[in-house]
């Protein structure tokens, strides 16, 4: 089992930056892969950001070279700098954990979602 604690959000004006972090504590083999999904108003969720423990980050299209995802192991936290953001990136976003089954589907565990609001 795992548990997620997200911290962060809020209302930024466009082309602002946010961060969001969610501390992780349980079972490292569900661990292998943490990342950030989001489900914009009326969309279902989709994988924003992700990384293993191996280190390797992958981005959706619509966020690379804005976002950028990191994980510390020693201290359980997972982040996601958010910077040049756009009114399409206002979604609820979620942390997530799960074993090395891939990115697709709503697999692992779940923190309770953050909002993130971008005003033109």
């Known amino acids: 089992q795992v548990q997620l604690v997200q911290s962060g959000g809020g209302l930024v004006q466009a082309g602002g930056s946010l961060t969001l972090f969610c501390a992780a504590s349980?079972?490292?083999?569900?661990?292998?892969?943490m990342g950030w999904y989001r489900q914009p108003p009326g969309k279902e969720r989709e994988l924003v950001a992700g990384?293993?423990?191996?280190?390797?980050?992958l981005y959706a299209d619509s966020v690379k070279g804005r976002f950028t995802i990191s994980r510390d192991d020693s201290r359980g936290t997972l982040e996601l700098q958010m910077t040049n953001l756009k009114p399409e990136d206002t979604a609820v976003y979620y942390c997530?954990?799960?074993?090395?089954?891939?990115?697709?589907?709503?697999?692992?565990?779940w923190g309770r979602g953050a909002q993130v609001t971008v005003s033109p």
């Open positions: 997530n954990s799960r074993p090395n089954v891939g990115w697709n589907g709503e697999d692992g565990f």
């Open positions: 349980g079972n490292w083999y569900s661990r292998i892969l």
């Open positions: 990384i293993g423990q191996t280190g390797n980050p």
